[in-house]
């Protein structure tokens, strides 16, 4: 079945570590790729996506992402957690066009002081 | 440009009343979609307008379930009937189309709805 996974439920990490959460996905062709933050109480924020090309793409609040086709994965990374990166993270898929997004089930980032 | 807004923010309704939500897209885009989010799960894609045309619903989108866009701008999503289950956040978004270079939608805050 076609599906959006991210494995990690919930990760904590220190202040100032470096930080990837995994996506991957199982569509026939290359989809379009996001990576959505949402902080309690808000909607989603748009940090990065991939369309085409360079497959190491640079988001905002320092976030980057790496699409490799051959693993059907696209995870964020982040050399460096703050404190306000606290939040919940979600991969979104849309294989057919920009309008055909899936979310995976988000992964919960707690950062410890 | 205001972003996306939604009103109201929460909403509590007791089973069986019937509930509608409105969103208000970026003013220029014109693309609209509805999402519904529940508690530890991404949001889940319910269906979208371009302009004021209904162009594709989610087997979600049960028969209580109704969405307007009437002059392309504002929509709103009508829950008719509501049910323990409908409880869960509704999300709306909106975007260009990709030939205007609309290749991400803009999420509003979200309206919470809490079913009694």
């Known amino acids: 079945a076609q599906s959006v996974t991210q494995p990690d439920i919930h990760i904590t990490v220190s202040e100032g570590a470096s930080l990837e959460l995994r996506c991957n996905y199982s569509y026939g062709a290359t989809p379009y790729l996001f990576w959505y933050v949402q902080s309690p109480g808000q909607g989603l924020q748009l940090l990065l996506k991939?369309?085409?090309?360079?497959?190491l793409v640079q988001g905002i609040k320092g976030f980057e992402a790496e699409f490799k086709r051959s693993q059907s994965s696209f995870n964020l990374r982040k050399p460096s957690v703050h404190w306000s990166d606290a939040a919940e993270y979600f991969c979104a898929v849309a294989p057919v066009g920009p309008y055909d997004m899936r979310f995976g089930a988000g992964t919960r980032l707690t950062v410890k002081p | 440009d205001t972003g996306v807004s939604q009103d109201p923010r929460h909403k509590i309704t007791k089973r069986g009343q019937n509930v509608t939500f409105r969103c208000d897209p970026i003013s220029e885009h014109n693309r609209l979609y509805w999402y519904r989010q529940t508690l530890g799960q991404g949001p889940e894609f319910l269906t979208y307008f371009q302009n004021e045309a209904q162009l594709e619903k989610s087997r979600l989108l049960s028969d209580r379930f109704s969405a307007e866009r009437p002059k392309g701008s504002f929509s709103t999503l009508e829950i008719q009937r509501t049910e323990q289950g409908d409880s869960a956040m509704y999300l709306c978004a909106s975007s260009l189309e990709e030939g205007q270079g609309g290749h991400e939608q803009y999420f509003g805050p979200g309206t919470r709805l809490t079913v009694t």
């Open positions: 991939y369309f085409s090309g360079d497959t």
